[in-house]
């Protein structure tokens, strides 16, 4: 654990503590803050930069000689993007046992647009280690959720063995490049500004109204423990690339030969004029008997840099825990055992990852439940609907939809309808759907009952 100015400290995993039950000082928020920046320089930005493909070979300075081919591979966006796809690609599902729970907890979803801040979650997870959510109020005093990213707030522990959240800082800059923001804690809020706390304002919220999204406990990214082998791939293809350069521009030796132009005003042979830039090396004073005409080259290493090449994307999937999906021997194997065992690892990745999501969901809905709003959700008589949520995260693969339904139907038989009905991906809620089938059949027995007598057959009718 590293002391910090103030009264704060950074445990594993560059997480802030801070005293249980104590509000910050403007000395200890600067502490956290400074930090923080530290983070922002060493990690975030980097992260950030090496995502959108502004990798370290581009602030590499141009060699005075030779090519100065600047290749980036974009693995970090392919490793992110296929991993947080295959994540949450598909929407995680939230059912309430009762209908009218459900329906209302559907609703404010719908309202917030969940299903996008929680992809946005899961992307930056992929991208810095760690994400929040923030709950607030809108101007209508509904309850609203957003994102923040890793390098636009953080959250505070306190110092007990659960290490519960404590507070939650979200900051920015102003036009003026002036820090300002605003601190969360579980019953009132502060602002900051001019380099001095303002005076709180009590909060809705009875919890921390934030929630830090991790896929592990040391907050890396997908790509962090590959940082070292990108900036190496990237090397080696621009160093490939300088090669191919340097073949198209060879130099080209003329030894031995004296080569001459004949000067009608002077009746004599003029030496040649030599274009330098054309790459030629020209010495007539060499002996003629060894008069040399050639392409001046030097040794080739082909096969050495595509196996370096290729080992690197190798070492950078198997160090991200993703299959190479391109791979060929990952596609020319169809059998359906083969291709768990290559999505093991990515399976295991995204199993630790769901439980740790799924806790840091349920404390969001405790936040917005149990608080002062919660009763535009749902009835202040259950508020504690959070205990009974089910989360349900299905990964994102290609699905044989038929096989899926025959598999629901054959499952029915042992299990309940909703946990049937939930194991075809289409469907994103489960007891919706079964509300939607009873209606249906419903209406087909209601319109049985309207039918005229001339259209029914009787008991003793014989045709």
Do not use: C
């Not at 038929?402 to 309808?417: E, F, K, N, Y």
């Amino acid at each position: 654990m590293r002391l910090i100015s103030g009264r704060g400290s950074v445990a594993k995993g560059d997480v802030f503590i801070f005293p249980r039950g104590e509000k910050f000082t403007f000395e200890d928020l600067q502490g956290f803050l400074s930090m923080q920046q530290q983070f922002y320089a060493h990690h975030y930005k980097r992260n950030y930069k090496v995502y959108i493909g502004h990798h370290k070979i581009l602030d590499r300075p141009d060699s005075e000689f030779g090519e100065n081919n600047k290749l980036v591979a974009g693995m970090p966006r392919l490793l992110v993007d296929e991993y947080a796809g295959y994540f949450g690609g598909n929407a995680v599902t939230v059912q309430a046992e009762d209908d009218d729970d459900n329906q209302a907890v559907q609703d404010w979803l719908r309202e917030v647009n969940f299903d996008d801040e929680h992809s946005e979650v899961v992307k930056s997870v992929a991208i810095y280690g760690r994400s929040y959510l923030l709950e607030y109020q809108d101007e209508e005093g509904r309850p609203q959720v957003a994102h923040v990213e890793a390098d636009e707030g953080f959250m505070v522990y306190d110092d007990t063995i659960k290490a519960k959240p404590l507070a939650f800082v979200r900051y920015n800059y102003d036009y003026e490049n002036k820090l300002k923001g605003t601190i969360y804690y579980a019953d009132e809020t502060q602002d900051f500004a001019d380099g001095k706390l303002l005076e709180p304002e009590a909060s809705v919220y009875h919890d921390v109204p934030a929630q830090e999204f991790y896929a592990n406990e040391e907050r890396q990214g997908i790509f962090d423990g590959a940082i070292t082998l990108i900036d190496a791939l990237d090397n080696a293809l621009s160093r490939k690339a300088n090669q191919v350069d340097y073949f198209d521009d060879a130099y080209l030796v003329i030894l031995g030969v004296a080569l001459s132009t004949y000067n009608e005003e002077t009746g004599q042979y003029d030496p040649p004029s030599i274009d330098r830039l054309r790459k030629l090396m020209y010495s007539p004073d060499a002996d003629s008997v060894n008069a040399k005409i050639e392409f001046l080259e030097k040794p080739n290493a082909d096969g050495m840099q595509e196996n370096l090449i290729n080992r690197l994307v190798d070492m950078i999937y198997q160090t991200s825990m993703i299959p190479n999906f391109r791979d060929e021997a990952f596609s020319g194997n169809s059998s359906g055992v083969a291709l768990q065992f290559k999505l093991l690892p990515m399976q295991n990745l995204a199993a630790f990852q769901e439980r740790k999501f799924t806790n840091g969901l349920r404390a969001m809905f405790k936040a917005v439940f149990e608080s002062a709003d919660g009763g535009q959700i749902v009835s202040s008589a259950k508020s504690d609907l959070w205990k009974r949520l089910e989360f349900q995260y299905t990964r994102n693969i290609p699905q044989n939809i038929a096989d899926a339904v025959q598999t629901a139907v054959q499952a029915s038989t042992l299990l309940s309808q909703q946990t049937a009905i939930g194991m075809i991906p289409t469907v994103t809620d489960p007891q919706a759907e079964i509300k939607r089938k009873q209606d249906e059949q419903a209406e087909q027995v209601k319109a049985m009952g309207a039918m005229p007598d001339y259209m029914t057959v009787g008991d003793g009718d014989e045709g």
